[in-house]
């Protein structure tokens, strides 16, 4: 992207000569530089995780999440601007209230995702609008089982079995294939501890500042309902993330 | 008639449930929008006990004087500390729960997105009182007369509350509806007042003397409204949560009754 622009990208609505949106590119550019957010499908459930970066010493704790509810069963977590995703986030249950209006029965996950999709790419169409600079994950459990999304800056979204998107998501994502790759699957209950691993993990201590794990999960233990990873659990899988970086470099 | 005491008949028919809405030809008129309840429910009563809230209702919806579905729930759980019981239209109770429902949901979604409370049983309380009197300015009346119980969580204090279809609210540690409202309260605050004091100060009564109470109540309700059932359900509500109790019945005597005329087989 070293030549990047050179008139092109003045406007959502022009292409390149060899066809590309750059102001998408660039809206991508915004995801990467968010904290990790990362989603795992599960055997009985889904998990969702954020490595949410504390700019200041003065913020309030547990305050500006970047995880929210959009129905009973439906949760959102998003890397990026914050103010784009709380948008998208009232966008989203504005669509889950619509759809159980309409049919009186609760809207599943890959629906939702269409819909907000939607949405988002409507915002790369016109040149009075800049596309959302958030990659959002979307994770639910419904009457077709456990499922998890991601919606890109382009509005194209895709469905995973665990998925990644900010700083680090590449060494996120082989992670989590490794964490995938285990026979049987895993339960939510080993999906928060290895989430919980995996974003200690990709954390740079010396470059980044320092952040709070959010976490939240749809599993029977939460009632098929999106609630936060009780707090004793959390605190488990944060001491088991930090003995194991520790390990870990103990082997180096 | 406003301004007017009401007569004995509408007294003690206060959702003009009967005799059955006659439809009269249309005429030439203006479009109007006021409307009668067509399916109905009877008197609800509502008590607080030491630790929280007790509401009871029946489980019957009548079709004018038809005791026509037999296993209606007309108290509806809302959240994790609020019941409402519900008097009056069926159809627009029904459309009460979902817009209701639709609301906590959406109020629940951002508790955990923003950390903000989640709605107690006085803001659904005040909420329902704004629509009731919306919808009566508009001469469309939602036909309803409820009761809300709950358990405030930061006040660690019960709630009891009164909204009818003008949107007219009170609140008193004992409440009834309807018919009720003439048979089973001063019933309910005879006992009230006798454990608590006429201020309400002293201990409240415990839980089991508030549900033996409302059994009683609901017993004298079935033996004198024809509009009633004896098969009717408890709601509790304490800092535990909502508990809805199984359909009960009250143990009933009418031995007295073969002297009276007109009951039973007219053979005679």
């Known amino acids: 992207m070293s030549s990047i622009g050179t008139g092109y990208d003045l406007d959502v609505s022009t292409y390149s000569p060899d066809g590309r949106l750059f102001q998408i590119e660039y809206a991508n550019k915004a995801v990467e530089a968010a904290g990790v957010a990362i989603g795992l499908r599960c055997s009985d459930g889904v998990v969702l995780a954020v490595e949410r970066m504390l700019h200041s010493r003065l913020l309030v704790k547990g305050a500006n999440r970047r995880i929210q509810s959009l129905d009973d069963h439906i949760g959102m977590a998003s890397a990026g601007l914050l103010a784009d995703a709380k948008n998208l986030g009232n966008r989203g249950r504005d669509e889950v209230h619509n759809y159980r209006d309409s049919y009186d029965s609760p809207i599943t996950v890959q629906i939702l995702s269409d819909r907000m999709s939607g949405y988002v790419q409507a915002h790369t169409c016109y040149g009075s609008s800049r596309p959302f600079g958030i990659s959002t994950l979307l994770a639910g459990v419904d009457n077709t089982g456990p499922r998890l999304f991601c919606i890109e800056p382009s509005g194209v979204y895709y469905g995973y079995h665990g998925a990644a998107v900010g700083k680090g998501k590449a060494l996120a994502k082989t992670e989590l294939e490794k964490v995938l790759a285990k026979e049987g699957g895993v339960t939510c209950r080993e999906g928060v501890m290895e989430v919980a691993r995996i974003i200690h993990l990709v954390h740079d201590d010396n470059k980044d500042k320092e952040f709070e794990l959010e976490m939240t999960w749809v599993c029977a233990e939460s009632g098929g309902k999106h609630k936060a990873v009780p707090e004793d659990l959390l605190k488990e899988a944060e001491a088991a993330a930090r003995a194991a970086l520790e390990e870990g470099m103990e082997e180096d | ?268």
Not at chain 2, 11 to 39: E, G, I
Not at chain 2, 57 to 71: E, K, Q
Request: glycine share 8%.
């Open chain 2, 1 to 268: 008639m406003w301004g007017q005491p009401m007569s004995a008949y509408d007294a003690f028919n206060a959702h003009a449930s009967f005799p059955l809405p006659m439809r009269s030809a249309p005429k030439a008129q203006p479009v109007s929008h006021t409307q009668q309840p067509v399916v109905t429910g009877t008197s609800v009563l509502g008590l607080k006990f030491k630790g929280g809230v007790m509401l009871a209702a029946d489980n019957l919806a009548s079709y004018g004087s038809l005791a026509r579905f037999r296993d209606i729930q007309r108290l509806h759980p809302l959240g994790s500390h609020c019941v409402m019981a519900v008097a009056g239209d069926m159809a627009d109770f029904q459309w009460l729960k979902r817009d209701l429902g639709s609301i906590l949901r959406e109020e629940e979604a951002l508790s955990l997105t923003d950390n903000h409370p989640s709605l107690s049983a006085a803001n659904i309380y005040n909420y329902l009182s704004i629509i009731f009197y919306n919808r009566r300015s508009k001469g469309d009346p939602v036909w309803n007369t409820v009761l809300v119980g709950g358990w405030d969580e930061a006040k660690k204090e019960s709630f009891l509350g009164y909204v009818d279809l003008l949107g007219t609210t009170y609140s008193s540690p004992t409440l009834a509806t309807g018919y009720g409202a003439h048979i089973a309260q001063p019933l309910l605050r005879e006992a009230f007042e006798a454990k608590a004091g006429l201020d309400g100060k002293g201990e409240l009564p415990t839980a089991e003397e508030a549900e033996k109470l409302l059994d009683d109540c609901m017993k004298v309700l079935f033996y004198r409204d024809a509009r009633s059932l004896n098969k009717y359900q408890i709601a509790t509500i304490t800092a535990e949560g909502v508990k809805i109790s199984d359909s009960k019945s009250a143990k009933t005597e009418w031995g007295f009754a073969e002297g009276l005329r007109g009951y039973g087989a007219q053979d005679r």
